[in-house]
């Protein structure tokens, strides 16, 4: 799930120093393989992380960030790149990613007694 974090966290990097459109297909493959892997571990991750029966509510915070985040991204993104200039908010974007992937880090370092099967 880190590694997952991680690749996405480096896409707004490859926005901000590209130059040319050929590099965005970089951007778009650490895209693709990062979401990917979330796609195929945030379940383990709920599940191990959620207490014996807590799992539903895990997954439904996550898929109440996740619809809060699409439906506020655009809404937020746009107006800060007009403010902001698209350097100022992409750097943005990665420290905000790179904080939060530095939180999944530290909550991973937690050691996680194995449950019985």
């Known amino acids: 799930m880190l590694l997952s974090i991680l690749l996405i966290t480096v896409v707004p990097l490859v926005y901000l120093v590209t130059r040319r459109v050929e ?3 970089f951007a778009s493959a650490l895209s693709g393989f990062g979401f ?3 796609e195929l571990s945030y379940m383990q991750s709920i599940l191990t992380y959620a207490g014996p029966g807590r799992a539903a509510q895990y997954q439904s915070l996550h898929s109440l960030l996740l619809g809060v985040r699409g439906v506020l991204a655009p809404l937020v993104g746009v107006p800060l790149m007009h403010a902001l200039g698209y350097p100022r908010v992409f750097m943005l ?3 905000v990613m790179a904080v939060g992937a530095m939180m999944q880090w530290a ?3 937690r050691e996680i007694p194995l ?3």
Do not use: D, M, S
């Open 23 to 25: 590099v965005l297909f």
């Open 115 to 117: 449950r019985p099967q």
């Open 107 to 109: 909550a991973t370092k």
């Open 93 to 95: 974007a990665f420290l």
């Open 36 to 38: 990917a892997g979330i």
